[in-house]
């Protein structure tokens, strides 16, 4: 299909592993964000990309969650050393436009990550 | 820094009677709102945004969205509702501060429409 996707879907890893999230935006889309969500909550905003430039990481909890975009396509978020409170999902959104938050996103599926 | 809050953690309606969701904000400037709707095993779909006009904005699958300034409000309405409409909604408000990209979504609203 032409939606987001993410992979993979479904991530245990033991605490202290590191992980790599992918996510497959929508062709020719240019806006890209991550975001996390907890369980019964929102999503909550992590990152934001503009084809390859990361324009706004200020929602990343800590240094150990990094995101890259390189060719302002697909983006991985990796997260290192990962904490039980990392358990989440996390989702992808891109837009079409390189507005930010004015345009309308479209989610992937998300990747809901158990760290044990 | 912007905030948004969804008061009610579950609706529920009879198929066929109105359907009210509802949001409300806090920002420091002008808002820049979203609904968006959640079915199970899928990916966040976007509903409606207001950003700016007329405040009584109309989007996909028959909903409606009236942004009301002075109740800082952005309630979700329906006239009839279906049972496929159930799901979980989420409220997100942006400040409308150039350069900021910091989206905040409300914890959401599970819909159940009983036939």
């Known amino acids: 299909g032409a939606g987001v996707s993410q992979s993979p879907r479904y991530k245990v890893a033991k605490r202290g592993q590191d992980v790599a999230l992918r996510c497959d935006p929508i062709?020719?889309?240019?806006?890209l964000f991550w975001y996390q969500q907890a369980l019964g909550q929102g999503p909550e905003f992590l990152t934001y990309?503009?084809?390859?430039?990361?324009?706004?990481k200020s929602g990343l909890p800590s240094d150990r969650f990094f995101a890259e975009r390189p060719e302002g396509s697909v983006s991985t978020l990796k997260i290192q050393r990962t904490q039980q409170e990392d358990s989440a999902v996390y989702l992808c959104?891109?837009?079409f436009g390189g507005g930010g938050f004015i345009n309308e996103q479209f989610f992937g599926p998300g990747t809901r990550l158990t760290v044990l | 820094a912007q905030s948004v809050a969804q008061p009610e953690d579950q609706v529920n309606v009879a198929e066929g009677n109105p359907l009210t969701v509802k949001c409300t904000y806090s920002v420091s400037g002008n808002p820049y709102l979203f609904w968006y709707v959640q079915y199970p095993n899928r990916g966040l779909q976007f509903l409606l945004k207001?950003?700016?006009?007329?405040?009584l904005v109309k989007g996909s699958y028959g909903f409606e969205a009236e942004f009301n300034k002075s109740q800082t409000s952005f309630h979700l309405k329906k006239p009839s509702a279906l049972v496929s409409d159930s799901a979980l909604y989420f409220c997100?408000?942006?400040?409308?501060?150039?350069?900021?990209?910091?989206?905040?979504f409300g914890a959401g609203t599970r819909l159940t429409v009983k036939p």
């Open positions: 990309f503009q084809n390859e430039a990361q324009l706004d």
């Open positions: 207001y950003i700016t006009g007329d405040n």
């Open positions: 997100a408000v942006r400040d409308g501060v150039l350069g900021d990209n910091d989206m905040r």
């Open positions: 062709s020719g889309h240019v806006s």
């Open positions: 959104a891109s837009s």
